[in-house]
């Protein structure tokens, strides 16, 4: 069974930085895309990052593009979002997600991690 | 990228049909079949019900159907159940640049 446990979050002032962790197992990590997905409170899913297999090819939304780093390390079969510069706007519950196969859908969600920007 | 656009709401009756529709671009709906339809209750996590637009993952109920015309997706719901009662999303491939997109989201509501 797929499990994604997303950790790191928390409350942080407009300007600060967190990384958020996301332990998966169940699969073989290695092998397949892995996102991140945002939800504001009461409001929708935005998608966020993504990275490739090897973690050598890494894409963006615009609203985080230069501030967010994705990454991943295999052996740990762990996936990180290292967050700076946060914004208000930033605060949502962040989901990690794993692609399903073809690689066109998101197959399996952790209950995410809530980040709260607030002074 | 702008999010893809669904009605805020729907409703529907014990045993009815109803459909939610995702209007999006060429640039993503209308470039690729690469839709999917994502059913989320209050407190949990999203659950896939179709994606490739009209493809059922496995275990999803086949009262949930996917259709696409030009640049609007629609997901169908027959035969309403309570457990239907939950917002929906769509999402669609966008390209390399900024990938993925998401619709606003749709409350359905089972009277």
């Known amino acids: 069974e797929v499990q994604l446990v997303e950790s790191g979050g928390g409350l942080v002032q407009p300007g600060g930085s967190l990384r958020l962790s996301c332990a998966a197992s169940g699969f073989t990590f290695s092998s397949y895309w892995m996102h991140w997905v945002r939800q504001a409170p009461g409001k929708g899913l935005v998608w966020v990052s993504r990275i490739n297999p090897d973690g050598t090819t890494t894409t963006y939304a615009d609203s985080v593009k230069g501030r967010f780093t994705i990454s991943r390390d295999n052996a740990k079969n762990t996936l990180y979002l290292q967050m700076n510069s946060l914004r208000v706007e930033d605060t949502a519950v962040y989901h990690c997600v794993k692609i399903g196969t073809p690689d066109t859908w998101f197959e399996s969600w952790g209950q995410g991690s809530l980040v709260a920007v607030s002074s | 990228q702008s999010a893809l656009t669904q009605p805020r709401s729907v409703s529907g009756s014990p045993g009815q049909s109803v459909t939610i529709s995702c209007t999006g671009t060429s640039s993503d709906v209308g470039g690729y079949n690469r839709v999917s339809w994502y059913q989320q209750h209050p407190g949990k996590v999203p659950k896939v019900m179709i994606y490739d637009v009209s493809k059922w993952p496995s275990g999803v109920p086949d009262r949930f159907s996917g259709s696409k015309s030009g640049n609007t997706a629609s997901l169908t719901i027959s035969g309403l159940q309570a457990e239907d009662e939950a917002d929906y999303y769509c999402?669609?491939?966008?390209?390399?640049?900024?990938?993925?997109?998401f619709g606003g989201g749709t409350k359905l509501t089972v009277l």
């Open positions: 999402c669609s491939y966008a390209g390399s640049y900024i990938p993925w997109v």
